[in-house]
Structures are given as C-alpha cells and as structure tokens.
C-alpha cells in the first residue's frame, strides 16, 4: 500500500539497492488485508509482505529490509554498527511508528 510507511521503506531499500520487484498494490481500507488469499501470505493481515518464492513469504517490514539489505552496506556486519541499525529499527517500531505515523495516517485519511 504506497501510502504506508511500512510498505514504502521497503521500497525504499529495493529502490536504494536497485533490486528487481514487482509491488502489489494491496489496500487494507477497503479490506484486502482480511481476505483468506492475503492471510495466507501473511496469517497476521498486514502489509507489507515479500514474497520471496511460491512457498516463502516474509512479514514486519524491518525484518523484510534485514533480508533485503544483507550483506550490503545498508546492513554491515560490523557488531556494532549492524547494532546501531537495528537500534533505530527498533525505535522506529516502538516510538515512532505507533505514535506519529498512525495519528498522521489516522488524522490525513479522516480529513
Ligand atoms: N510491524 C508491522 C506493522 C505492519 C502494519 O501495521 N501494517 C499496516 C499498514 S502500515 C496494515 O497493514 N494494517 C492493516 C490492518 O491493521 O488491518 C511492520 O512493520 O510491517
């Protein structure tokens, strides 16, 4: 759904390494995200979603931008800096997505 946050990160990596994509545009408002089609891609109804093979999907967009930025730059491997990326995914998830990008989204879709 491009105008997630969570979905365009990750296109922002695919972009950012100039991987090969095909994007889905899946809109959780009118309730794409709850069909039994979706749920099998992702049994917890959100996007985004990879889908890496016919058998494979990931889910969570931080853990999808782990898979896709390995062993690039984008993720080193490094201890301490690959710590100091996932130290901002993880604020990212837990400050700041719950709180300022839902009540932007919230407050930008009910105006
Ligand atoms: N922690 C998840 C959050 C995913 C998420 O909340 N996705 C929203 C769009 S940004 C969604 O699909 N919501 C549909 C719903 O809650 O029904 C991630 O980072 O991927």
């Known amino acids: 759904m491009s105008s997630s946050g969570n979905c365009y990160k990750v296109r922002l990596v695919l972009e950012q390494l100039n991987l090969p994509y095909e994007?889905?545009?899946v809109d959780f408002m009118n309730g794409a995200t709850r069909t039994d089609a979706f749920r099998k891609l992702n049994p917890?109804?959100?996007v985004p979603v990879l889908i890496i093979d016919d058998d494979t999907t990931l889910s969570e967009s931080d853990a999808?931008?782990?898979y896709l930025a390995e062993g690039?730059?984008?993720f080193p491997s490094d201890r301490l800096e690959r710590?100091?990326?996932l130290q901002?995914?993880?604020?990212?998830q837990y400050s700041?997505?719950?709180y300022v990008a839902v009540a932007r989204f919230v407050s930008s879709a009910s105006s």
């Not at 901002?88 to 990212?92: K, L």
């Open 23 to 25: 994007w889905t545009e």
């Open 44 to 46: 917890n109804a959100k």
């Open 64 to 66: 999808i931008l782990c």
């Open 72 to 74: 690039t730059p984008l």
């Open 83 to 85: 710590a100091q990326v």
């Open 88 to 92: 901002w995914m993880f604020f990212e």
């Open 96 to 98: 700041h997505e719950p």
